[in-house]
């Protein structure tokens, strides 16, 4: 059953608390799926599954509110969140924190999704990640809880696989100027570099080592095989990336869905022109100036999810 909550809740969220196993807490907020006919949104009557907002490395969930708002007036019930270490749910100075990537995945994404299936009561519940928030299904210990994964801009940011003059800075900045900085100053100064806010020291060096090995979860976790569940996985994947993104790049988002061997996967590349849109790149899919995309994304979430 869902209780109906007060309308401002469904536009702005209403806070909650999550708290992880380890006792980390963390901030999230519910945008309440729409229990009356409004313009532009569906019937209470057709029921869907709630979704999970996991976002991108360094974008704070206040990133993701106008969609998850939309999300929520075309009848889904949705939580937003941020990791430990980042946003609201910083706690303390940044340079105190003690965060590792590892932790977002194994830790953070698990305690938001059971968070969101007992607040509504559902048995599974859609995961919607963006860039990061989708890298990490397999070492999720209630992966199982996820009917389905919409990753988008998602794939494993594999150097690699990147154009050759765009691999350069990628390189300089997260294997040589974020590891000495983070050194120097107790935290990644990644916001220097047009990369989201700042970062645990940790994150930001895990970040780069991932990106340099290729597999980024699946590498993360070599060491930790206890942590990883990717061959357990599967659950249907969909994957979009642009066609002007430099990240997620049809190599970098197949190295990504080969890390999922049991679980089926499509991939769509989408073009701005398809969308009358000037660019996407890896983060504007859920800029309101790119309410276009919104649709074909809404299309995956709820596709096969007859309740």
């Known amino acids: 059953m869902h209780d109906k909550v007060n309308p401002n809740a469904v536009h702005n969220g209403a806070p909650i608390e999550i708290i ?32 999970l907002m996991a976002g991108a490395t360094g974008v704070p969930q206040q990133f993701y509110r106008g ?30 924190c003690r965060a590792e990537l590892l932790d977002w995945g194994r830790l953070d994404i698990p305690a938001a999704l059971d968070a969101l299936l007992a607040h509504t ?14 890298q990490m299904l397999g070492v999720m210990p209630n992966h199982q809880k996820v009917a389905r994964l919409v990753g ?16 350069v800075k990628a390189i300089f900045g997260l294997r040589v100027f974020v590891p000495l900085a983070a050194r120097l ?21 895990d ?29 249907p994947v969909t994957v979009f990336h642009a066609s002007d993104d430099d990240i997620a790049n049809p190599d970098s988002v197949a190295d990504l869905i080969a890390g999922w061997p049991n679980a089926s996967s499509s991939v769509r590349q989408c073009h701005p022109h398809e969308f009358g849109l000037q660019s ?5 899919w859920f800029r309101r100036s790119h309410q276009a995309l919104w649709p074909a994304l809404l299309q995956a979430v709820q596709a096969e999810q007859e309740v």
């Open 20 to 51: 992880g196993d380890d006792g980390v807490r963390l901030a999230g907020h519910f945008f309440a799926r729409a229990v009356a006919e409004e313009p532009g949104s569906q019937p209470d009557s057709v029921p869907r599954l709630p979704v």
């Open 67 to 96: 969609f998850a708002a939309w999300l929520a007036a075309q009848g889904h019930d949705v939580l937003t969140f941020d990791y430990r270490g980042m946003g609201l749910s910083l706690q303390g100075p940044l340079k105190q």
């Open 121 to 134: 009561g559902a048995t599974q519940a859609v995961l919607l990640g963006h860039s990061a928030g989708a």
């Open 152 to 167: 988008v801009a998602a794939s494993t940011g594999w150097f690699n696989t990147m154009r050759p003059s765009f691999r």
């Open 185 to 205: 100053l107790g935290y990644a100064p990644t916001a220097a570099l047009g990369l989201g806010q700042n970062l645990p020291a940790q994150v930001g060096i």
């Open 207 to 235: 970040w780069g080592r991932w990106c340099a090995a290729g597999g980024f979860a699946r590498y993360g976790v070599r060491a930790q095989p206890q942590w990883d569940r990717h061959a357990e996985v599967r659950t």
């Open 280 to 284: 996407i790149g890896h983060l504007d």
